[in-house]
């Protein structure tokens, strides 16, 4: 199924034979369906492939989906043309503003020298030395949604592992401290902010910072799924609210209306002045330190990957939600752009990057012959984040002993309430394993979460056990094995869980976490 936007404008990349390239791909990765988008010059050529919602509900230039990270250049933007306008003195340093200096006492780290010193550029740029922490995002407080504000404040309990300015670390939580900035310094809400600056100017009118938007909305919101490998079947995911993730990635749009964005970029139109495209533009950190996956070393600037692919200087970033997955490419030489979304996590995007650099290779003239092969790149990509763990064991204890080593606590010591700070109270119950039912398990659900997961706890040796998250809306990836460890207090009873967090997505560590027993009041 495929509909097509100016089928009859010559020179349209969007044949039926690339439609059929499409289809294979889909089909390969176990996509429903995803909407495209080119940007050739003035030329803008879209499609629809395959189903925004099973059985029927086809994809098309209109369907409305989740932009996950690529909201990350609208913050950005939005922040660069506040900054060039000159209106607002809180701003009058740029991007060396201290995120302090705006914030005040709501922008806290466990480092008091990055407290004062973290620039907007820091923050913009993935150099504050925050890694991810995307497990501690909450959206739900005390019964409230949680906002920005609340996961700015958040970060005073979160380790910060490495200096700042040393090393590139991607932090959600930056982009949603850069979005509290914004509120800040305007007085107003980001997607109201994001409309006067950015989407109402374009005339995007099909672009939202809110759930409940994009579902009222004229046109279709697309649904999420995943593939069941044992039944062979999709399986429906639901909507996720995504409030408290604001500039980080909570855009929804479409095709048709990000090609208005992209064509923007490529242009250095208004509603952005030169000094904005300029920022735009300009790397400001380095991503990769050496070429990998086709391309080159990646630099970081304002919510863009800049690299080249075969020469050609390319600007790209991509975005991953629970159910969804998006890529947005631009070549400013070749005044030419691809933006695509579909409607799984991850292999959308393995499909979105294997069907965006045909489109690019063809725009250049790259030969087959010398074209990189993204699809094995993908395979091990998807391999690396899959939950498939073979030994969950070895996972988080590499070097554990050979020999068993009983726990000093029985499993029924270990029920209860654990809390910590920056991650929040997680209450684990007993429960057999579900392969084998001799052996007991701590079990935990934690549906208040912004990336709601399911903690179990299965025993390695002492009083070691292996803490494994996974995510029941998406059981195929995203899953972890950290290494967790009881402590004893100096009554005799299990005082604290000490969890070392870590994302396998980046390869990153993510420090320790001291979840201290609650006591419960008699």
């Known amino acids: 199924m495929a509909t097509t936007q100016e089928k009859t404008r010559a020179g349209n990349p969007l044949t039926e034979e690339f439609a059929a390239f499409v289809k294979e791909k889909l089909e390969k990765w176990k996509v429903p369906g995803m909407s495209l988008a080119v940007i050739d010059g003035e030329d803008v050529y879209a499609e629809g492939y395959g189903y925004a919602t099973l059985p029927d509900t086809p994809a098309t230039p209109e369907t409305i989906w989740y932009c996950a990270s690529t909201t990350k250049a609208h913050t950005a933007a939005a922040l660069s043309k506040l900054i060039h306008e000159k209106k607002h003195d809180s701003l009058s340093k740029g991007w060396s503003t201290t995120l302090s200096s705006v914030l005040g006492d709501d922008f806290v780290l466990q480092d008091e020298w990055a407290t004062n010193h973290l620039t907007l550029e820091d923050a913009v740029s993935h150099r504050t030395g925050m890694p991810r922490h995307d497990k501690s995002s909450v959206r739900e407080i005390d019964g409230r949604q949680a906002t920005p504000r609340d996961i700015v404040r958040n970060l005073r309990n979160l380790p910060v592992t490495t200096e700042p300015r040393v090393s590139f670390y991607y932090c959600n939580l930056m982009y949603v401290t850069l979005s509290h900035v914004v509120e800040t310094v305007t007085g107003s809400k980001l997607g109201k902010v994001f409309k006067e600056l950015i989407w109402g100017p374009l005339d995007m009118k099909s672009t939202y910072l809110d759930l409940e938007d994009a579902k009222k909305a004229d046109g279709h919101l697309a649904d999420g799924y995943y593939w069941d490998k044992k039944k062979e079947e999709y399986k429906w995911i639901d909507f996720l609210g995504v409030g408290e993730v604001s500039g980080a990635g909570g855009t929804f749009s479409t095709a048709l209306d990000y090609a208005k964005w992209v064509k923007c970029l490529l242009h250095e139109t208004e509603p952005l002045s030169k000094d904005v495209h300029k920022d735009i533009k300009k790397p400001r950190s380095i991503g990769t330190t050496a070429p990998g996956g086709g391309l080159e070393i990646s630099l970081y600037s304002l919510g863009w990957q800049r690299t080249l692919y075969k020469g050609h200087v390319v600007y790209t970033h991509g975005g991953g939600m629970h159910a969804y997955g998006c890529e947005v490419y631009w070549l400013p030489d070749a005044k030419f752009g691809v933006v695509a979304f579909g409607n799984t996590a991850f292999t959308s995007n393995a499909v979105q990057d294997v069907v965006i650099y045909r489109l690019i290779g063809d725009k250049l003239g790259i030969p087959e012959e010398e074209r990189f092969d ?149």
């Open 374 to 522: 993204f699809d094995t790149t993908w395979e091990q990509r998807i391999k690396a984040i899959s939950g498939e763990i073979e030994d969950p064991v070895k996972e988080a204890f590499p070097n554990r002993p050979d020999t068993a080593i009983a726990s000093s606590f029985t499993t029924s010591e270990l029920v209860g309430s654990y809390y910590d700070p920056g991650y929040g109270t997680i209450t684990f119950r007993e429960e057999s394993h579900p392969d084998n039912p001799d052996e007991k398990s701590l079990v935990a659900d934690r549906p208040e979460m912004t990336w709601k997961y399911h903690v179990r706890l299965r025993h390695a040796f002492g009083d070691y056990w292996v803490v494994v998250v996974t995510t029941p809306w998406n059981p195929t990836l995203f899953n972890e094995c950290l290494p967790g460890e009881f402590k004893r207090g100096t009554d005799g009873k299990v005082a604290a869980l000490e969890i070392e967090w870590a994302s396998r997505m980046g390869g990153m560590h993510e420090g320790k976490a001291v979840f201290k027993r609650v006591v419960e009041k008699e």
